[in-house]
T-cell receptor, first 114, second 114 residues
Framework: GAGVSQSPSNKVTEKGKDVELRCDPI?????LYWYRQRLGQGLEFLIYFQGNSAPDKSGLPSDRFSAERTGESVSTLTIQRTQQEDSAVYLCASTPQWIQETQYFGPGTRLLVL | AQTVTQSQPEMSVQEAETVTLSCTYD???????LFWYKQPPSRQMILVIRQEAYKQQNATENRFSVNFQKAAKSFSLKISDSQLGDAAMYFC???????????FGGGTRVLVKP
């Protein structure tokens, strides 16, 4: 079936504006993850969903960042009052319940805050 | 806290030759999983290979193989018969058993010369 999809592919915004990033996981995958990748660096964990609950939000860098998930489908990552340091690629991943530790990634959203 | 270190920022290999990427990690867990992901310019994180810590046998996937040294906490990736399409960033990642967040190294850029 289809892989993890993310939209938009690229987003340019002005400092202070809010942005929403969307992730559609692989159908049937119960767990969903958000990561941030700054230029030239590895991925940093942001938040984890099991179903529509978020047992681990430890990676969210500030209260400007929030995320929600509808059932076992779409998730939205919202960044309020964007800052230039929020510029990064935001990657989403999902995992089937039976292979809990293996995460399958989407193509990411590149966010540029001017 | 777990950490993953990739000491080689960039590696160059001639087409059809072999290249080995290094990865070390630090953990107090005994049961965990290790991964190598490939990230081409398209940004998509592609799973290359997965190793369960409880398995002594090194994982292989076609031209990709690992050398897993649990006592030394080392997990290197060997790419044999390198192809132009292997050019990408390669990330080593760790997750504890039943864990929910991957910890990534900083990445190694692989260049393939024709």
């Amino acid at each position: 079936g289809a892989g993890v999809s993310q939209s938009p592919s690229n987003k340019v915004t002005e400092k202070g504006k809010d942005v929403e990033l969307r992730c559609d996981p692989i159908s049937g995958h119960t767990a969903l993850y958000w990561y941030r990748q700054r230029l030239g660096q590895g991925l940093e964990f942001l938040i984890y969903f099991q179903g529509n609950s978020a047992p681990d939000k430890s990676g969210l860098p500030s209260d400007r960042f929030s995320a929600e998930r509808t059932g076992e489908s779409v998730s939205t990552l919202t960044i309020q009052r964007t800052q230039q340091e929020d510029s990064a690629v935001y990657l989403c991943a999902s995992t089937p319940q039976w292979i809990q530790e293996t995460q399958y990634f989407g193509p990411g959203t590149r966010l540029l805050v001017l | 806290a777990q950490t993953v270190t990739q000491s080689q920022p960039e590696m160059s290999v001639q087409e059809a030759e072999t290249v080995t990427l290094s990865c070390t990690y630090d953990t107090s867990e005994s049961d965990y999983y290790l991964f190598w992901y490939k990230q081409p310019p398209s940004r998509q994180m592609i799973l290359v290979i997965r190793q369960e810590a409880y398995k002594q046998q090194n994982a292989t996937e076609n031209r990709f193989s690992v050398n897993f040294q649990k006592a030394a906490k080392s997990f290197s990736l060997k790419i044999s018969d390198s192809q132009l399409g292997d050019a990408a960033m390669y990330f080593c990642a760790y997750i504890k058993a039943a864990g929910n967040k991957l910890t990534f190294g900083g990445g190694t850029r692989v260049l393939v010369k024709p």
